[in-house]
C-alpha cells in the first residue's frame, strides 16, 4: 500500500487555484464527557502543548486528567454552548465565510477560503486534503492567533507538515506567523473598545487579558510574551491611553508551574480588594469568542472581581464578525499573498496560457 493518498485528476494548462486556510485552536464535538475526553486527549498530547517527558505524562495524563477534568469541562462548555454547537467554531466558520464574501468583492472568487480547528474536527488534514482535491495548489495557512507560540502557531505548522507527509505531489505553502502588530487588527480591537465606551461609559481601569503559557517558554526564546505586550501598547496608543488607564494580564493558567503573569482572576481581586469600582475586560488575543473568554473571563472573573468589592465588570466581546477586523484579515492575507494575488486576478491566468500556447507553437515551427 503505498504513503500516498490519493491525487486528483489534472489537466494540463490547468488554472492554479490559491486557498486560504484559516486554523483556530479547536472545540469539543459535544458538551459532555466522552466529548471532553476525546478532545483533551489529542489537545493535550500535543508536545508543543505540554514539554513533560514523554513516560511521565502519559501516566498523569491518562491515570489523572482524563478521569476527572473531562466532566468538569463539559460543565463549563454547557454554559456557553449555542444551539449551533462551540462558540468558537460557530464563529470561526462565519469568519471564513464572511472573509470569502470579501474575496469575491475584491474579484478574487478563484481564491477559496476554508477553516479548520488543529484539535476536534474540522481537522487540518481533511480541510487540506478537500482543498487539495478542489485543485487548490496553493496554499496559505493563517493560525488565527494573533500573537506567535510554540504552543499554537508552532503546533499548526507541525501538523501541515505532518499532513503534507501523505501527498505525492506537494503544493506550494505560506504561512501567516503572527499579526500581533498589524494596523487592522489592532484597530479593530480599539474601535470595539471605543465603541463599549461610548455605550457604557469608561470604567476605571482596562484589563487585556491574553491566554498564559508557562513561564519557561519565555526564558526559551517564544517571543509569545513580547508580542502580547506590544499588541497591548499599539492598543493604547490607538485609544489615547497611557500605563497608568491599562494592564496586561494573562489568563487560563494550567497546573502548578509558573506561568506567564500577572495573572488575570488574581490581579481582578487585588484591584478590587484596593479599591477600584469598575473595570473593563478585553481578550485581545482571541479572535473569536470561547470557553475562556465567555466562562472564564465573563463569569468566573466577573464573580470573582464583584466578590472582592468591585461594583461594575464590563467583558468586551471578542472581533469575531466585525466589518473592520474581517476588512483588516482580508488586506494582511492580500499582502501574505504577494505575486500569487496578481497571479489570481481575472485575466492574468488566460494571459499565462496564451503565452504557454505561443511558446509550444513556436517550438512546433523550428
Known amino acids: 500500500m503505498s504513503r500516498f493518498l490519493d491525487e486528483p485528476s489534472y489537466t494540463h494548462g490547468q488554472r492554479a487555484r490559491t486557498g486560504i486556510l484559516l486554523v483556530n485552536l479547536g472545540t469539543p464535538d459535544r458538551p459532555d464527557a466522552p466529548a471532553l475526553k476525546r478532545y483533551l486527549r489529542q489537545f493535550l498530547s500535543d508536545d508543543r502543548v505540554v514539554e513533560i517527558p514523554k513516560a511521565l505524562w502519559w501516566f498523569i495524563l491518562n491515570g489523572i486528567i482524563l478521569n476527572v477534568r473531562p466532566r468538569k469541562s463539559a460543565a463549563k462548555y454547557a454554559t456557553v454552548w449555542t444551539d449551533e454547537g462551540s462558540p468558537l467554531r460557530v464563529h470561526t466558520e462565519r469568519q471564513a465565510r464572511l472573509l470569502q464574501?470579501?474575496?469575491?468583492?475584491?474579484g478574487r472568487s478563484d481564491i477559496d477560503v476554508r477553516f479548520a480547528m488543529r484539535y476536534g474536527s474540522p481537522s487540518i488534514a481533511?480541510?487540506?486534503?478537500?482543498?487539495?482535491?478542489?485543485?487548490c495548489q496553493r496554499m496559505l495557512v493563517v493560525p488565527m492567533y494573533p500573537q506567535g507560540a510554540?504552543?499554537?502557531?508552532?503546533?499548526?505548522?507541525?501538523e501541515v507538515a505532518r499532513t503534507l507527509l501523505r501527498w505525492r505531489n506537494l503544493p506550494e505553502v505560506r504561512y501567516l506567523r503572527a499579526f500581533a502588530g498589524d494596523t487592522g487588527y489592532v484597530g479593530a480591537v480599539a474601535a470595539s473598545i471605543r465603541e463599549h465606551w461610548a455605550r457604557n461609559g469608561r470604567a476605571d481601569k482596562l484589563v487585556m487579558s491574553f491566554h498564559g503559557v508557562p513561564y519557561f517558554h519565555l526564558s526559551s526564546g517564544d517571543p509569545y510574551h513580547c508580542e502580547c505586550h506590544k499588541t497591548g501598547r499599539l492598543i493604547a496608543e490607538s485609544l489615547g491611553i497611557g500605563p497608568d488607564n491599562y494592564m496586561v494580564t494573562f489568563q487560563s493558567r494550567f497546573?502548578?508551574?509558573?506561568?506567564?503573569?500577572?495573572?488575570?482572576?488574581?490581579?481582578?481581586?487585588?484591584?478590587?480588594?484596593?479599591?477600584?469600582?469598575?473595570?473593563?475586560?478585553?481578550?485581545?488575543?482571541?479572535?473569536?469568542?470561547?470557553?475562556?473568554?465567555?466562562?472564564?473571563?465573563g463569569e468566573e472573573n466577573r464573580d470573582a472581581f464583584l466578590a472582592r468589592g468591585g461594583q461594575q465588570f464590563s467583558y468586551i466581546p471578542c472581533l469575531n464578525e466585525r466589518p473592520d477586523w474581517i476588512a483588516a484579515l482580508g488586506q494582511r492575507i492580500r499582502l501574505e499573498l504577494g505575486h500569487w494575488w496578481d497571479e489570481a486576478a481575472p485575466g492574468v491566468g488566460d494571459e499565462l496560457q496564451q503565452q504557454a500556447a505561443r511558446a509550444r507553437s513556436m517550438g512546433a515551427a523550428r
Open 150 to 158: 510554540s504552543s499554537t502557531t508552532g503546533s499548526v505548522i507541525d
Open 101 to 106: 464574501g470579501w474575496m469575491v468583492a475584491e
Open 126 to 135: 481533511e480541510v487540506m486534503q478537500q482543498m487539495k482535491m478542489d485543485g
Open 255 to 297: 497546573g502548578r508551574a509558573r506561568w506567564l503573569e500577572p495573572y488575570t482572576q488574581p490581579t481582578l481581586e487585588r484591584l478590587a480588594s484596593e479599591g477600584l469600582r469598575s473595570v473593563d475586560v478585553v481578550c485581545p488575543g482571541f479572535v473569536a469568542d470561547c470557553l475562556e473568554t465567555l466562562e472564564e473571563i
